[in-house]
């Protein structure tokens, strides 16, 4: 037990390190990672104009014209959602809208009926809020010199539920297998998303999924390995930008703690 807990308190040492070193890039990388998936679609829908369209007008018999109208939303949500997070403009606005995008794809595209899907957007929805929470914390910095009227508890709620939304991606990734990499991927990330979600050892925690999904990610959806032409290529990068913007969300974790309701809060109160 006693060297179990100097291993962990290693581990945290150097965690601590990392993260002072890299705490004026790291909430940039988090922000870029996380709206990855909106960039990328976006782009998607403006070179692939023509055939979304059509695909939504065979799907739900709705016409050309709000078939295109899908397409234009869904374009100009994306990027201009991208372009305000990362400038750092009305980003309250922004993640309203990208959220909205998240639910308008999810019916579309019939998520709902498909649990791997819904859980993957259930997740980058968790990260949309962290980035919410983390846009509520800088407001009020500008304030901080003002008397308080207590703790930001919607903000603490917002971390809570992006914390728990953002770790169901790694239930998708879980596969009931006698296969000895796949128990030891499943004992590890149940172990890891537990820990997150109840906010305990939690920077450590999420800064090791990060580093377990990243090696996942390039190891199972390479889309760049397969010839432009055939459809796995597309479903393989769809995979691996979501899968980056959960990182993205998991980097805000990292950044930024649990917020307030948490083990680790509890903690340093007792």
Known sequence: MAQ?????DKAEDIA????RKSKHVLPHVARFCLISTFLEDGLRMWNQWGEQRDYMNHTWGCGYFLATLFVIVNLIGQLGGCVMVLSRFKVT???GVLVGIIVLQTVAYSILWDVKFLLRNLALAGGVLLLLAEDRAEGKSLFAGLPSLGENNPKQYMQLSGRILL??????????EMDF????QNLVGTALIILIAIGYKTKLSALV???WL???NVYFNAFWSI????PMRDFLKYDFFQTLSVIGGLLLVVAYGPGGVSMDEHKKKW
Not at 4 to 8: F, G, Q, S, V
């Open 4 to 8: 179990r807990n100097e291993l962990i």
């Open 16 to 19: 601590d390190q990392v993260l």
């Open 93 to 95: 606005i922004a993640c």
């Open 167 to 176: 770790v169901l991606m790694f239930l998708t990734l879980l596969r009931f």
């Open 181 to 184: 990499f796949q128990m030891v």
């Open 209 to 211: 999924l990060v580093v």
């Open 214 to 216: 990243s090696l996942l």
């Open 227 to 230: 010839p432009a032409y055939k």
